[in-house]
């Protein structure tokens, strides 16, 4: 801290010093030595704020180590916790290659998963064709019960035997409740 006044108040005096020498008018010598002094006292103060700045403010290496980049070797400064740097053109190539192939696994994902549903559906609506089902309107307990292959047996509540789309074997009976057709059906 002392030094640093000391160098400030070199600096201001010699300036000052030399302003004070160019007012005495003393031919030659104040032009001569005002000026010079002038000048010195200038640089002076130019390089006393220079030291000033540089010991107030930290310097990126304090805080900052300078590291290649992992893929192009780059140098950039990073913080002194990391021991590893990619620099940001990297990182964007990186991100748009990453995108491409996401945007590829999701489209593959995506047909893969289509052509199974699609083959899926077809085969149920080939069972469907095959088992022959029968689809009666009404409130029907289980709906799965709404279409179904009479067997033209009569179970034991006297309901009549239906399979049902869930490929079990029911006892559905018709229920009439204002004019409005039901089915109750238990597992036979």
């Known amino acids: 801290m002392k030094n640093r006044f000391a160098l400030f108040a070199l600096s ?16 030659f010598w104040s032009m001569f030595l005002g000026l010079a002094a002038i000048q010195i006292g200038i640089v002076f103060i130019i390089f006393t704020f220079e030291i000033f700045v540089k010991l107030n ?10 590291i290649p980049c992992l ?18 053109s990297c990182q964007l190539k990186i991100a ?3 995108k491409g192939i996401m945007t590829v696994f999701i ?8 052509t199974l549903l699609a083959r899926q559906n077809q085969d149920i609506r080939e069972k469907a064709k095959e088992a022959n089902y029968i689809c009666e309107k009404g ?16 179970c034991s509540n006297n309901g009549q035997v239906k ?20 089915w109750k059906c238990d597992i036979d």
Do not use: H, M
């Open 96 to 98: 748009r290659s990453l």
């Open 57 to 66: 403010s930290k310097r990126v290496t304090d805080e900052y180590n300078a």
């Open 163 to 182: 399979t049902c789309t869930d490929g079990l074997n029911y006892c559905c009976k018709k229920i009439t409740i204002d004019n409005t057709d039901s």
């Open 12 to 27: 201001v005096s010699l300036f000052l010093g030399g302003a004070y020498i160019l007012s005495l008018k003393i031919p």
């Open 139 to 154: 409130d029907w307990d289980p709906t799965e019960c709404r279409c179904s292959i009479d067997k033209n047996e009569i």
């Open 107 to 114: 489209a593959l994902f995506t047909l893969s998963s289509l």
């Open 71 to 88: 893929i192009c070797g780059q140098i950039g400064f990073v913080p002194k916790y990391k021991n590893t740097n990619i620099c940001d």
